[in-house]
């Protein structure tokens, strides 16, 4: 029963590393791992390609002692470029081989054991994981080009942005220090702040379908005027919705002009009602147009824009989060950052 146990448990940790990684290298990594501790084995060697393109990328463990290298044929050895080509499954008492394979060749995998000959129980859970995690190569792939895809789409619709509406997004290149120091103080996990990062991009992507007239407005909005702005968030959510991958930026860029205090739009959230990342993003935000001004706004010090994010505080703006970003501008490294960035 334990040996099936563990069986059952290698598959899990197969969708764990699917669901979390975040590099490439990572999954490569912890599949390795798998086949090391659940097989007991004294070598691993796995090589797959790197994904969409020609390189390879190699991982071995060997005597507790890992070692990755990317690049072409010549980061194998011999043997290893035979086992590669070979394109065949090996089973002996001390070594087992298997190939990676969804409707093309996707790598290929090398155990061994010095002293313990493996069971044929374990030969055929060897074989069994393999074809898993074969499909799980085909899934990560996928999931890169998706994601390929989608950062062009950012990057597209960013330049967009910065072309036409110029006065009203985050200067991303030079925040991003602060957004990702921001994120990890208000605990968020990386992927929260990866989602972050692209809202902080998009937040005002719907923009994009507003007169221009408004947007360039310098002087004080008519009531009419800012009840159009008021409707840029939920444009900006119908420009990335059909993108199931960014679907945790929907929820960020809708609220991002939601307020503490229940006044903001579009759906007049209050406190913690509001997502934990627009919060955040509201505070960025208006740290940005502060900070680096707008056409019809000039900038402010640090100092004065310290005293406007306290006297919005429980109004505005989450008090946690306003505290959280007055300690990252009190350090050292952020103010010497930001004031060379004026």
């Not at 429980?314 to 008090?319: A, C, M, N």
Request: glycine share 4%; charged share 30%.
């Amino acid at each position: 029963m334990k040996k099936y146990k563990k069986v059952f448990s290698s598959f899990h940790a197969i969708y764990r590393l699917i669901s979390s990684f975040n590099k490439i290298e990572d999954f490569v990594v912890g599949i390795s791992k798998l086949y090391s501790n659940y097989f007991k084995s004294d070598t691993v060697v796995l090589v797959c390609k790197h994904f969409n393109s020609t390189k390879l990328l190699k991982v071995k463990i060997e005597d507790k002692k890992r070692f990755i290298r990317k690049g072409g044929v010549s980061i194998l050895t011999a043997r290893e470029k035979e086992i590669l080509n070979e394109d065949r499954e090996i089973k002996s008492e001390h070594r087992l081989i298997s190939h990676f394979i969804f409707t093309e060749s996707l790598g290929a995998v090398y155990i061994k054991r010095k002293k313990i000959v493996f069971s044929d129980m374990e030969k055929s859970w060897f074989a069994a994981l393999s074809e898993q995690i074969s499909v799980s190569l085909r899934i990560v792939s996928l999931y890169i080009e998706q994601k390929r895809t989608m950062i062009g789409y950012i990057k597209t619709l960013s330049e967009l942005l910065n072309e036409h509406v110029p006065t009203s997004y985050i200067h991303y290149k030079n925040l991003s220090k602060l957004i990702k120091a921001l994120g990890k103080s208000m605990r968020l996990s990386e992927m929260e702040i990866k989602s972050l990062e692209f809202a902080s991009i998009l937040h005002d992507a719907g923009k994009l379908n507003l007169p221009q007239k408004i947007l360039k407005k310098e002087e004080p909005l008519t009531e009419d005027e800012f009840r159009i702005i008021m409707k840029h968030p939920k444009k900006g959510v119908a420009l990335i919705k059909d993108l199931k991958i960014l679907s945790p930026v929907i929820p960020i860029i809708l609220h991002h002009h939601e307020r503490y205090d229940g006044k903001g739009y579009p759906s007049r959230l209050k406190k913690e009602e509001i997502p934990l990342a627009s919060r955040i993003l509201a505070v960025l935000d208006a740290f940005d147009a502060m900070f680096f001004g707008r056409p019809y706004k000039k900038k402010m010090t640090l100092e004065e824009v310290e005293r406007e994010l306290k006297k919005q505080m429980y109004l505005q703006f989450d008090p946690k989060v306003v505290e959280n970003f007055l300690k990252l501008l009190k350090k050292k490294s952020i103010r010497k950052h930001l004031n060379s960035l004026q």
